[in-house]
């Protein structure tokens, strides 16, 4: 079973953070869990839609998911910033990790025995890779196309 990325970006704030907001300080919970990511799975089934190809559906869908995520970010500035230390996030607008990925095998194959080195592909951040984690984004997202 693999997984191939398709495509990487970042997602922007719909709108630019206000001046006065670019400083977001941490909690001192916050500060305590700041090392650490949970990734959550969701898994949803492609409806098919009379008269459309499934690319078609797949590419509207990942359009509107991005346009939700950006749309999203106005309000939720934070994860739009980056982590600069334990004590504050720079809310610069940078973006959002945003990872598209490909398996080579069917969602139904895949849940009837799920693999915890492939679920693992399935997430944006791996515990082994250096290179998110030195860009110190508060949120990721991969969407991963079965």
Do not use: W
């Not at 309000?75 to 990872?99: R, S, W």
């Amino acid at each position: 079973m693999d997984v191939e990325i398709i495509s990487k970006e970042e997602i922007k704030p719909a709108s630019p953070t206000p001046p006065e907001l670019r400083t977001f300080r941490f909690s001192i919970l916050d500060q305590l869990t700041r090392d650490s990511y949970t990734n959550i799975l969701f898994f949803f089934s492609p409806r098919k839609q009379q008269g459309t190809y499934l690319n078609d559906v797949i590419s509207q869908r990942s359009r509107c998911l991005k346009e939700s995520l950006s749309k999203t970010l106005v309000p939720f500035y934070p994860l739009a910033g980056k982590i600069k230390d334990n004590l504050h996030i720079e809310c610069n607008d940078d973006g959002v990790y945003y990872v598209e990925t490909q398996t080579n095998i069917g969602l139904l194959d895949f849940l009837r025995k799920p693999e915890n080195e492939f679920m693992n592909q399935l997430c944006p951040f791996h515990p082994d890779s250096t290179e998110l984690l030195s860009k110190s984004y508060p949120i990721m997202v991969q969407v991963n196309i079965f």
